[in-house]
């Protein structure tokens, strides 16, 4: 056990969770707060066989991973906000072709180059609507190491399962504080590998063409089987289509492979929700301060609870409104001008009950932050 405890940077243990989940591939460019996944995966990833290539900027990284996923690697790449502005054409591709890959965002203040060291979570709606089109997504985050880990297999393994692109939406506070975190061993974690096809090779092979359980199976692109790969509505070949039938059947199951599956694909942690007269939601960094001022009030007898949300797209709205429906007041602690807040609202039966605690400014939100906005909450009456 001793050699699998370390004190590490969250940069360095997605590193380590990803080899754990399977990555081989890696193309990346350099940017704060991301840079050191990329630093550690230059040496890691060529001591387990693995292909390290820092591209000449973020539009060739993600091409660069979806032509690694479709050629069989379990892929990923990592950036910041401005880097993930310039992904979002390949990651729709990406999501019209079916192509498994991760996609890290080690967020930082904006817009454009903002503040490249000072914390924020600014690109929660970017990640959920970024790209263009109607299309579903699955984005995660985590507020400490050790969930960080668990989160990064459990990203490779949803990239599979549902053959997507999975978003990791972390923070600079996150991506750069050193805590302790237990490596896990071999099959303490479930991984997920990629889904073949059966189909022998000179038979012809669907590569859009669902299996019962709604799983495509995958055939290594230039491999086996010849078939093609486009960003247009195509058929079950793989060929660009304009038919009706075929263009709203893709555009259904695109959105439904993932929305049909939200309470599998939710992630979530609750800290004393059902007396809580209070409700706190938050993720990422924002969540630790939120989770401190919840164990230091219920200690003096304030009915404060937290819902911390690790899964933020496809957003769990049923859920959300479930466990707050006996809430006085919702208080989202969050490091942007209310993104999650937006949702929340549209999630509760009574969205007035919803309120912000937020900072903006690229400092850390801290307890005493949220403490002193909810005296100012408690103080209004409300």
């Excluded at 479709?70 to 990923?76: A, D, Y």
Aim: net charge negative; proline share 5%.
């Amino acid at each position: 056990m001793s050699d699998r405890v370390r004190f590490i940077q969250g940069n360095e243990v997605c590193v380590e969770a990803a080899l754990y989940a399977g990555l081989n591939f890696f193309a990346g460019y350099p940017i704060t707060p991301s840079t050191e996944i990329a630093e550690h995966l230059s040496e890691r990833l060529p001591q387990k066989d693995g292909i390290f290539m820092q591209m000449e900027d973020e539009i060739a990284s993600i091409c660069a991973v979806i032509g690694a996923s479709l050629t069989g690697s379990k892929v990923m790449t990592a950036t910041s906000g401005p880097g993930f502005s310039l992904m979002q054409e390949g990651l729709g591709f990406a999501i019209m072709a079916e192509i498994p890959c991760v996609i890290v965002d080690v967020q930082r203040g904006g817009p454009s180059t903002g503040l490249p060291t000072g914390p924020a979570q600014g690109d929660v709606l970017q990640a959920r609507w970024g790209t263009h089109g109607d299309h579903a997504i699955i984005a995660l985050t985590a507020s400490n190491h050790q969930d960080l880990f668990a989160l990064t297999v459990d990203a490779f393994n949803l990239a599979e399962t549902y053959r997507t692109p999975v978003i990791l939406l972390l923070d600079e506070v996150i991506g750069h504080m050193r805590e302790k975190v237990v490596l896990p061993g071999a099959g303490d974690l479930p991984v997920v590998d990629r889904l073949r096809t059966s189909v022998p090779a000179g038979v012809d092979y669907f590569p859009y063409l669902p299996r019962e359980d709604g799983r495509l199976p995958m055939s290594d692109f230039g491999g086996e089987h010849c078939y093609h790969v486009t960003g247009l509505f195509h058929d079950m070949w793989g060929f660009p289509s304009t038919h009706p039938k075929i263009v709203h059947g893709l555009q259904r199951h695109l959105n439904d492979k993932i929305i049909h599956n939200v309470r599998d694909i939710t992630r979530m942690k609750e800290y004393y929700v059902e007396d809580a007269r209070t409700v706190l939601i938050s993720y990422g960094a924002s969540a630790r301060s939120a989770l401190h001022v919840v164990h230091n009030r219920r200690a003096r007898g304030e009915r404060l609870g937290l819902i911390e949300l690790q899964s933020l797209w496809p957003f769990p709205f049923t859920q959300i409104a479930e466990k707050c429906e006996r809430a006085r007041q919702i208080v989202v602690v969050e490091m942007n001008m209310g993104q999650v807040l937006l949702q929340v609202k549209r999630a509760v039966s009574r969205p007035e009950r919803v309120m912000l605690a937020n900072r903006i400014d690229g400092q850390f939100i801290t307890p005493t932050d949220i403490r002193d906005i909810l005296r100012l909450i408690h103080g209004r009456g409300v």
